[in-house]
């Protein structure tokens, strides 16, 4: 087989109405939408499928390479024909909408796909907001009569001040929406199912309001677990000026951050893939004599059969995000 090495992926971009335009501005990204969303990193979805661009596997998808390489790319203790996971860049020029996601108790009451999800505030405008969660004691009925009286953000949602390194965790079934001016990194479950309940008043660009799906979220929001969750950073080692903190560990994924001063030599036991974003900085990433440049902005996917790889900071320090199984 050919060596696994550190592959670079093509960003694949949607263009929904409430995006803005800074993956042009701040990550230098060229061909993007004028109005652009999101940016889908990694993603093993006919929607929004990835491409390798560097290597010897530059122009096959992310889906072939899950089913020509299995376990070498996935990891030995994922049994999967795709990727488990969709990593995507969010940039909110105006409020998403509000919306719940199923979770894998109560996905077939619907015929959704569950979608747990966690986000990584990269940037935020002064005063920009999340909601992620409701205010405590808030029932059905009490959510469904502020939904009748269009007094959702006052009397249900819960807001979160958007801070550059904030953590929000976000499982399925837990109401939530992005705020304006939020530029976040979201990590969640192979899943595009969203059921929007509220929309702001919003119409779509055929002047019409768009779609909500109220019954359908009704019998997915988890009323038992929908108080908002920041998640406190927790370091788990500092060695050589390089420190690894613990962002998220949940049963769908576990998310780590590296601030880097100087190179890190990375041992694992092929058990996951080792996706990785970088947050700031410049690194270098190299598996079996293969190297990788990646600047801020940047996913790469290293193949779990990779179980030694280094990340080299270039020109000061980095700080990447590490998203295993």
Known sequence: MTTAYPLLIKPVYKDYLWGGNRFAQR???INTPKVCAESWEISDRPEGMSVVVNGDYKGRTLHQLVKSM???LLGHKINSDRFPLLIKMIDAKKDLSVQVHPNDNNAHLTGGEAKTEMWYVLDAEPNAMIYAGLKPGVTQASFEKALADDNLEKDVLAKIPAKPGRIIFVPGGRVHAIGAGCLLLEIQQNSNTTYRVHDWGRVGNDGK???LHLEKALQV???E????????ARL???E???QWWNIIDCPFFKTTRIELRHPEEISH???SFQALFVASGTVLIGANGIMASATAGTSCLVPAAATNYTITPVGGAATVLQVTL
């Open 269 to 271: 036991d092929g058990s």
């Open 240 to 242: 050589s000026q390089n």
């Open 209 to 211: 309001p768009r779609e």
């Open 236 to 238: 788990l080692k500092s």
């Open 221 to 223: 929001i988890d009323w």
């Open 70 to 72: 299995k376990h070498d």
């Open 225 to 232: 677990n929908s108080l908002p969750e920041v998640v406190p």
């Open 27 to 29: 990550y230098n990204r």
